[in-house]
């Protein structure tokens, strides 16, 4: 008969199996798996080293129990026969010299053991007893059938780890190949414009009065002002993704700042109706007057695109850590399977109208400029009832920090 099948606990060789096939936390299976070695195969120290690309061991998971929390960290964790181990590619046991007069803690049995899978190294099992009992035959084999389980179960994180890659990179093809798409349609729109406006003022057959020309004129302003807006949002995301983007730190009143965002704006949109509201002991943050009002224009712009003819609420806050800035409109909100994607770069609302021009940058930029303050933004939404952005920028932040 085997040695494994005369185990008094064999059932709990299956439950370590079927750990490792409905595993989707390598942590929390191994946590369980070593419990389980625990109860069928004595040890004081496991540990299990990964090998890596440089052919370094790197530790994957290490525990101790018993007699092994008393001893030093660095001891007996067995990384000099986890080398030998993986070099030879085979079991290997060591066994100390016994002494009564020495402490047990420094006289460990080890067991090394193979990771493997289909004759590739993975790494090295290693389990220890600080001074006995020693590793007797059944406790090899059963050890091995457990690092062959733990061989799977890392290959399988691996796997899942590659897939994760895989999906990663076609997703970011797919933004790409959608940003090519929107970039071009962004791009043909205002230029578009221009070009059929112009063209049409400089027809010779056709005399324009003043009031025609000053409305071809004004749409022409117009699409050039969106056409640049478009070209500063690539050239900031670059700069952004690159870490080329250069911060200007200065002391500013932040209601000052907000105010001319929205005099700014109400200037494209008269219509525009804006409620702020601040303490009146508010105090002066550190920041980049520039990017900052970027990040509320953007905002207040999404919210006239998204949400047209609401109001839209902004109210300041100030506590012993943070400055906060919530922006609310009441708009038809953000579908909530959309939330966690609205900060990606080229993201934009797949159900959104196609009439809603947008590169799918601007927030984006917005959550990079407020990391670069050592901040932080988020957006609450609710369909039907609008969209919500907290901004929190640290109060003590200081460019020397």
Same mark, same amino acid.
């Given at each position: 008969m085997p040695v494994i099948s005369k185990l008094e606990k064999p059932q709990h060789l299956y439950r370590i199996s079927e750990? #490792? %096939?409905?595993?989707?936390?390598?942590?929390?299976?191994?946590? /369980?798996?070593?419990?389980?070695?625990?109860?069928? !195969?004595i040890f004081d120290n496991l540990a299990v080293y990964l090998l890596k690309e440089d052919h370094n061991l790197d530790v994957f998971y290490a525990r101790a129990m018993g007699r092994g929390k008393r001893a030093e960290a660095d001891s007996a964790w067995g990384e000099i026969l986890a080398n030998q181990v993986i070099e030879e590619s085979n079991t290997i046991l060591q066994k100390p010299e016994i002494s009564p007069? $020495?402490? *047990? !803690?420094?006289?460990?049995?080890?067991?090394?053991?193979?990771?493997? %899978?289909n004759r590739r190294s993975l790494g090295a099992l290693i389990l220890v007893r600080f001074g006995g009992p020693p590793f007797r035959l059944g406790n090899i084999k059963l050890a091995e059938f457990i690092a062959q389980q733990i061989s799977l179960l890392i290959e399988r994180q691996n796997l899942q780890m590659e897939y994760q890659i895989i999906l990663d990179r076609n997703k970011q093809i797919q933004l790409q190949e959608d940003f090519i798409s929107t970039i071009s349609h962004e791009l043909r729109n205002p230029l578009g414009f221009i070009k059929g406006y112009t $063209? $049409?003022?400089? *027809? $010779?057959?056709i005399n324009w009065d #003043?009031? +025609?020309q000053h409305d071809f004129l004004e749409i022409i302003d117009r699409e050039t002002d969106q056409l640049q807006g478009l070209i500063d949002n690539l050239l900031d995301s670059s700069?952004?993704? +690159?870490?080329?983007? /250069?911060?200007?730190?200065?002391?500013?009143?932040?209601? /000052? !700042?907000?105010?001319?965002? #929205?005099? &700014?704006c109400q200037q494209h949109r008269p219509d525009l109706v804006t409620r702020l509201t601040y303490p009146d002991d508010l105090i002066s943050i550190n920041a980049d007057k520039y990017r900052l009002s970027q990040v509320f224009e953007n905002i207040l712009t999404n919210a006239i695109k998204y949400a047209p003819g609401s109001d839209i609420c902004i109210t300041i806050t100030q506590d012993e850590t943070n400055t906060n800035v919530t922006i609310q409109?009441?708009?038809?909100?953000?579908? /909530?399977?959309?939330l966690p994607? #609205?900060?990606? *770069?080229?993201? *934009?609302?797949?159900?959104?109208?196609?009439? %809603? &021009?947008?590169?799918?940058?601007?927030?984006?930029?917005?959550?990079?400029?407020?990391?670069a303050h050592h901040g932080s933004i988020v957006a609450k939404s609710e369909e039907g009832k609008g969209t919500t952005f907290i901004i929190s920028i640290p109060a003590a932040f200081s460019l020397h920090q």
């Amino acid at each position: 008969m085997p040695v494994i099948s005369k185990l008094e606990k064999p059932q709990h060789l299956y439950r370590i199996s079927e750990i #490792i %096939i409905q595993s989707d936390d390598w942590k929390k299976s191994l946590d /369980e798996i070593m419990q389980i070695i625990r109860s069928i !195969l004595i040890f004081d120290n496991l540990a299990v080293y990964l090998l890596k690309e440089d052919h370094n061991l790197d530790v994957f998971y290490a525990r101790a129990m018993g007699r092994g929390k008393r001893a030093e960290a660095d001891s007996a964790w067995g990384e000099i026969l986890a080398n030998q181990v993986i070099e030879e590619s085979n079991t290997i046991l060591q066994k100390p010299e016994i002494s009564p007069q $020495t402490d *047990r !803690l420094d006289q460990p049995f080890l067991l090394g053991i193979p990771l493997r %899978i289909n004759r590739r190294s993975l790494g090295a099992l290693i389990l220890v007893r600080f001074g006995g009992p020693p590793f007797r035959l059944g406790n090899i084999k059963l050890a091995e059938f457990i690092a062959q389980q733990i061989s799977l179960l890392i290959e399988r994180q691996n796997l899942q780890m590659e897939y994760q890659i895989i999906l990663d990179r076609n997703k970011q093809i797919q933004l790409q190949e959608d940003f090519i798409s929107t970039i071009s349609h962004e791009l043909r729109n205002p230029l578009g414009f221009i070009k059929g406006y112009t $063209t $049409t003022l400089l *027809r $010779t057959d056709i005399n324009w009065d #003043i009031k +025609t020309q000053h409305d071809f004129l004004e749409i022409i302003d117009r699409e050039t002002d969106q056409l640049q807006g478009l070209i500063d949002n690539l050239l900031d995301s670059s700069r952004l993704q +690159t870490g080329m983007m /250069e911060m200007r730190f200065q002391n500013l009143p932040l209601d /000052e !700042l907000i105010k001319n965002v #929205i005099i &700014h704006c109400q200037q494209h949109r008269p219509d525009l109706v804006t409620r702020l509201t601040y303490p009146d002991d508010l105090i002066s943050i550190n920041a980049d007057k520039y990017r900052l009002s970027q990040v509320f224009e953007n905002i207040l712009t999404n919210a006239i695109k998204y949400a047209p003819g609401s109001d839209i609420c902004i109210t300041i806050t100030q506590d012993e850590t943070n400055t906060n800035v919530t922006i609310q409109d009441f708009g038809p909100g953000i579908p /909530e399977r959309y939330l966690p994607y #609205i900060f990606d *770069r080229f993201f *934009r609302n797949p159900e959104q109208s196609p009439n %809603i &021009h947008g590169s799918g940058l601007g927030l984006f930029i917005c959550e990079q400029i407020i990391n670069a303050h050592h901040g932080s933004i988020v957006a609450k939404s609710e369909e039907g009832k609008g969209t919500t952005f907290i901004i929190s920028i640290p109060a003590a932040f200081s460019l020397h920090q």
